[in-house]
């Protein structure tokens, strides 16, 4: 069973869209479980009309400390033993949640699936295509912009045990809880990568993810996080990820001169010390 997470806070414009996005993924082998942080909007009352109906939907409404924890509330509560986490304002792409759980079938025990995530604006038009294709840590470590890590947990999917072996989510990351988890999880988990676009993930002006990117904390933050879990690797993984760095840098300038050969020997010269006459 597939148990989808989502945690939500006076949610009321999105949550109903996103009860039905999972309802409309006909998968008849889930529950989805929404943890409330004491909504002071119409979230409560949207939920409870829905789970009246449907008998897949299980909720619970109480303050909390943050996603973080309402994640691990979910997590506590979910019965499956697959987890998806869905934010409020995020949905799948159609039958993405039967094809996971084929996918599963075949999957050693703990795993991590992931798949490719759409990344909108507000007005839902597609501004890239998150494809994390390289998901060892040492390829991870190498740097975001290298190799992308998984951008939103609507494309991935995992089993529930690789928390006995990672633990929860930290409740006092409120920002990168997805990519601490991430971090820990492709070092314990089997790791599947498929190329299908499975989510989609809404990059909403004034939401605190977008707010942190645009405040440029969001790449401090990634990079002191990257940084502690490089440290944490032996020696010979730390000196691959400075040599995958070189090569990537290297592959870069090789790309640029072949199309400006015109610099090559400008630059060269400069190396040199040689003024161009």
Same mark, same amino acid.
């Given at each position: +069973?597939?148990?989808?997470?989502?945690?939500?806070?006076?949610?009321?414009?999105?949550?109903?869209?996103? !009860?039905?996005?999972?309802?409309?993924?006909?998968?008849?082998?889930?529950?989805? #479980?929404?943890?409330?942080?004491?909504?002071?909007?119409?979230?409560?009352?949207?939920?409870?009309?829905?789970?009246?109906?449907?008998s897949?939907?299980?909720?619970?409404?109480?303050?909390?400390?943050?996603?973080?924890?309402a +994640?691990?509330?979910?997590?506590?509560m979910?019965?499956?033993?697959?987890?998806?986490?869905?934010?409020?304002?995020?949905?799948?792409?159609?039958?993405? !949640?039967?094809r996971?759980?084929?996918?599963?079938?075949?999957?050693? /025990?703990?795993?991590?699936?992931?798949?490719?995530?759409?990344?909108?604006?507000?007005?839902?038009?597609?501004?890239?295509?998150n494809?994390?294709?390289?998901?060892? #840590?040492?390829? !991870?470590?190498?740097?975001?912009? #290298?190799?992308?890590?998984?951008?939103?947990?609507?494309?991935?999917?995992?089993?529930? @045990?690789?928390?006995?072996?990672?633990?929860?989510y930290?409740?006092? /990351?409120?920002?990168? +809880?997805?990519?601490?988890?991430?971090?820990?999880?492709? @070092?314990?988990?089997?790791?599947?990568?498929?190329?299908?676009?499975?989510?989609?993930?809404?990059?909403?002006?004034?939401?605190?993810t977008?707010?942190?990117?645009?405040?440029?904390?969001?790449?401090?933050?990634?990079?002191?996080? +990257?940084?502690?879990?490089? @440290? @944490?690797?032996?020696?010979?993984?730390?000196?691959?990820?400075?040599?995958?760095?070189?090569?990537?840098?290297? /592959?870069?300038r090789?790309?640029?001169?072949?199309?400006?050969?015109?610099?090559?020997?400008?630059? #060269?010269?400069?190396?040199?010390?040689?003024?161009?006459?």
């Amino acid at each position: +069973m597939i148990s989808v997470i989502t945690p939500v806070y006076n949610g009321a414009k999105y949550i109903e869209n996103c !009860l039905k996005v999972v309802i409309e993924q006909n998968c008849s082998n889930l529950e989805h #479980i929404i943890i409330d942080g004491g909504s002071t909007d119409a979230t409560v009352d949207i939920i409870k009309k829905y789970a009246q109906e449907y008998s897949h939907i299980r909720w619970l409404s109480e303050k909390d400390r943050g996603q973080s924890d309402a +994640m691990n509330k979910g997590i506590r509560m979910a019965t499956g033993n697959i987890i998806a986490i869905l934010n409020v304002d995020d949905f799948y792409e159609p039958n993405v !949640l039967n094809r996971v759980s084929a996918i599963f079938e075949n999957l050693p /025990e703990p795993s991590l699936l992931v798949g490719n995530c759409n990344i909108l604006d507000d007005d839902d038009n597609l501004k890239r295509v998150n494809k994390p294709k390289r998901l060892k #840590i040492t390829d !991870l470590l190498v740097g975001y912009n #290298i190799n992308p890590f998984p951008f939103n947990p609507s494309a991935y999917f995992y089993h529930k @045990q690789l928390h006995e072996k990672v633990g929860l989510y930290e409740v006092d /990351e409120h920002y990168a +809880m997805d990519v601490d988890f991430l971090l820990k999880a492709v @070092q314990a988990a089997n790791v599947q990568y498929v190329n299908e676009t499975w989510g989609n993930y809404r990059q909403i002006a004034g939401t605190k993810t977008v707010n942190d990117i645009n405040s440029g904390q969001n790449a401090i933050r990634l990079e002191q996080l +990257m940084q502690k879990y490089q @440290q @944490q690797l032996p020696v010979y993984k730390q000196w691959l990820i400075a040599v995958k760095r070189e090569y990537y840098k290297a /592959e870069k300038r090789l790309e640029y001169f072949s199309k400006n050969p015109n610099e090559i020997l400008p630059r #060269i010269g400069k190396r040199l010390g040689i003024r161009p006459s």
